[in-house]
């Protein structure tokens, strides 16, 4: 019992609960206005509280003698940063590729990704605590996004006399939503949220699951409520994907030929018609080979000219979240008389694996899939450990979610945070 509680109150488990409820949930002071300075200078603030019990077990396992050999997933990681440590050096935007104020990006803010990984994936363990906390953050966290949707303006996120539905350039030019902003941001975070929390009532009679599947209906109608194609498409990709790395040999067996089958149907149905829905009228555009700049809310038009450019600079990139700043042509929006109806300059690829491939260089992309693929095969390997389940199938949601996601400060600590926690637990217990 008392080796239990040592380990229930170990200081890296706890700063972990501490960070899931925090950061999600901590609204700024100024409103979405301001939310990416507020949460950078929190995310700065937790990770220097961290650092604290990291440094005493350090240099407690020095003395000892009993520090363990890195792992792969965490040399995949130094490696990953020197990358971008070396593509900020060789960038010809000087200092702000090591940080930079717009975006509260840069290689020092990947340095902090990069450490929360080293220290979870050494130090942390995902237990039934932090379970909880995840359910609880979620839920304040869909309770406040539902009040949103009624039209309220609760914590004055919105400015003055506005709510959710002036967005989208009615009052504002974005929509926000929670205690994140940008609904992409959004969606994204709750579809990694989902399949953790449904994830971890597999194999659970009902009695014991209600309590976990309220949140995960309260988040999954959120992001339903918030129609935002990242999110939703990455659920469904990901989903997909977990469904056939979790489901029985047996069941296996049938399920990839029936995905392979509706796959075959689904893209023969999109052949021979146009439906009157955007999205789907665009993949019909598509598998004809008429894809235009408009299509994805301007996601071809930003990696198409990417795509041209990454070859100048293939080794180092342009910088760490350097694309805003590396001359890129601005997105335009035409009307149906052909005039102008918005202009929005290209900040971000909107696409997380070309982002780092443009703004860090090849080397930093081959790096960043060796540390993602190597933690998601531990995780299929580990697949029957519960704590590996949940944190795997989060995972590959939000990684499909991010495929059409721009990546932001906001979000980034959770994905580092589920990739050293999923290590650790499909990992031998490490100094």
């Known amino acids: 019992m008392r080796n239990r509680i040592l380990k229930t109150a170990d200081p890296v488990i706890l700063w972990t609960g501490l960070f899931l409820a925090v950061y999600l949930l901590f609204p700024g002071r100024y409103g979405y206005a301001g939310i990416s300075r507020e949460k950078t200078l929190l995310f700065c603030g937790l990770m220097a509280l961290l650092l604290i019990p990291w440094a005493v077990l350090l240099i407690r396992d020095l003395k000892n003698k009993s520090l363990r050999p890195l792992t792969a997933p965490q040399i995949a990681a130094l490696v990953y940063l020197l990358c971008t440590v070396l593509s900020a050096a060789f960038s010809s935007f000087g200092r702000i590729a090591w940080y930079n104020r717009a975006a509260h990006e840069g290689a020092v803010t990947v340095g902090l990704y990069v450490l929360l990984f080293l220290i979870l994936s050494r130090r942390g363990r995902p237990t039934k605590g932090l379970f909880l906390v995840l359910c609880a953050a979620a839920t304040a966290f869909c309770l406040l996004c539902l009040l949103q949707a009624l039209g309220r303006n609760p914590l004055r996120l919105y400015p003055a006399g506005t709510n959710y539905y002036d967005g989208n350039g009615v009052k504002y030019k974005s929509a926000y939503a929670g205690t994140v902003g940008n609904v992409d941001l959004v969606s994204a975070l709750l579809a990694m949220a989902v399949p953790i929390l449904l994830a971890c009532m597999r194999g659970l009679p009902l009695k014991r699951t209600w309590p976990v599947l309220l949140p995960a209906a309260a988040c999954l109608g959120i992001l339903l ?207």
């Open 225 to 431: 409520w918030l129609r935002v194609l990242c999110g939703l498409v990455g659920l469904a990709m990901g989903g997909a994907v977990c469904l056939a790395v979790l489901c029985s040999g047996k069941t296996r067996k049938w399920l990839l030929p029936a995905y392979a089958v509706l796959a075959a149907g689904g893209i023969a149905l999109l052949w021979f018609l146009d439906p009157p829905v955007q999205f789907l009228h665009e993949l019909h555009e598509l598998l004809h080979g008429r894809a235009e700049d408009s299509f994805g809310s301007g996601r071809i038009f930003i990696w198409r000219q990417m795509l041209r450019r990454v070859p100048d600079r293939l080794f180092f990139g342009v910088g760490p979240d350097m694309a805003r700043f590396s001359g890129l042509a601005p997105f335009v929006r035409l009307d149906e008389s052909g005039a102008v109806a918005a202009t929005a300059n290209v900040t971000d690829a909107h696409c997380l694996p070309l982002q780092i491939l443009y703004c860090q260089g090849l080397p930093a992309l081959l790096s960043w899939l060796w540390l993602v693929g190597t933690v998601l095969f531990r995780w299929i390997r580990n697949r029957e450990d519960r704590a590996a389940a949940c944190l795997g199938c989060g995972l590959v949601c939000f990684l499909c979610a991010m495929l059409f996601c721009l990546s932001s400060i906001i979000i980034m600590p959770f994905f580092w945070l589920a990739l050293g926690l999923l290590d650790a637990a499909a990992a031998k217990p490490q100094n």
